[in-house]
């Protein structure tokens, strides 16, 4: 069984950072590409910031210089650090999975795997 789960989320202050984590288990982790995706009231899941099996990253325009994709493979975990937040960012975060990292796909369709999400708010 594939298991992703998120943890970290919580209601800040814009301005503020906050660190959300994803651990996943039943999968070669170090083989698998990990990506993060946010949906907001009233609005489609979008993508957020994903990082390949050899590191590479890659951030949607609205979070870039913002936003740090980070993994430990020693951990099976994925991190996302994020600063400067603005109520916009405000949404359910989700941590998705797909084996071979090689292409670094932005496309919610091709992650098979998903977390149940966590919530991050972020008031002005």
């Known amino acids: 069984q594939v298991q992703l789960v998120e943890s970290g989320g919580g209601s800040v202050q814009a301005g503020d950072s906050l660190k959300i984590s994803c651990e996943a288990s039943g999968i070669t982790f170090n083989a698998y590409s990990m990506a993060w995706f946010r949906q907001a009231p009233g609005k489609e899941r979008e993508f957020v910031a994903l990082?390949?099996?050899?590191?590479?990253?890659y951030y949607a325009d609205s979070v870039k210089g913002r936003f740090t994709i980070s993994k430990d493979n020693a951990k099976n975990t994925v991190y996302l650090q994020m600063n400067s937040l603005k109520p916009e960012d405000t949404a359910v975060y989700y941590c998705a999975a797909r084996a071979d990292g090689a292409l670094l796909l932005r496309a919610s369709s091709a992650y098979p795997y998903w977390g149940q999400g966590t919530q991050v708010t972020v008031s002005s």
């Open positions: 990082v390949g099996i050899r590191w590479s990253t």
